[in-house]
């Protein structure tokens, strides 16, 4: 130990030492004052999110107005001009090729139907897509949803896909308020 006035190997007097120890209880107050400040902080950040979010989905709100305004334009003038060729096509047929009327008629009609029926199967596949079934299939594996009863527990070494394929082999029918449940 070093008598008073004496330095230390650090080259400070010891009573400097001693001042500088950190006091606990300063400490506690520093980590206060900082818990404090993080949670502002967060709250802060929280409260900005919120903000953005909130002006997000009101734009999105608005832009979607806008589009569907502009698809229902896109497709008023898609029709007319669908129309006009196949006018043109019918009167070149008719002219050009020598087919009578109701042939060349007939057969834009028939290729407007084909690319009607391949266009409403193509959305048909893709609405699947909006089933959410992966979703739907987990959130029943947690006992949630209309699919809950059906599905293992979340234990269950039974897979969820395994529950799925028998309930396509054997369809649900309706829940207990007389719904008629969904498969994934």
């Known amino acids: 130990m070093s008598a ?16 500088r ?3 606990p209880l300063e400490a506690l107050r520093e980590l206060r004052d900082a818990g404090r400040a993080g949670l502002s902080a967060t709250s802060e950040a929280g409260k900005a999110f919120r903000t953005l979010l909130s002006a997000d989905v009101a734009l ?7 589009a569907v305004a502009f698809i229902a334009v ?9 129309l ?3 006018t043109t096509l019918v009167i070149a047929l008719v002219r050009h090729a020598d087919w009578p009327w109701s042939v060349a008629l007939l057969t834009c009609a028939v290729v407007s139907l084909a690319v009607t029926a391949y266009g409403a199967w193509r959305a ?11 979703t739907r299939r987990q959130l029943a594996r947690l006992g949630v949803g209309e699919l809950a009863a059906y599905m293992p527990g979340a234990g269950s070494p039974e897979s969820t896909r395994a529950a799925t394929d028998r309930l396509a082999d054997h369809p649900p029918g309706k829940d207990e308020r007389g719904i008629d449940v969904t498969p994934p």
């Open 74 to 82: 896109a497709i008023v003038f898609g029709a007319s001009a669908w």
């Open 60 to 66: 999105a709100r608005s832009a979607m107005g806008r």
């Open 4 to 19: 008073p006035g004496e330095t230390r190997t650090s080259g400070r007097p010891a009573s400097e030492d001693r001042a």
């Open 124 to 134: 048909l596949y893709y609405f699947e897509h909006t089933r959410l079934r992966a």
């Open 21 to 23: 120890a950190p006091d």
């Open 84 to 86: 006009l060729i196949v």
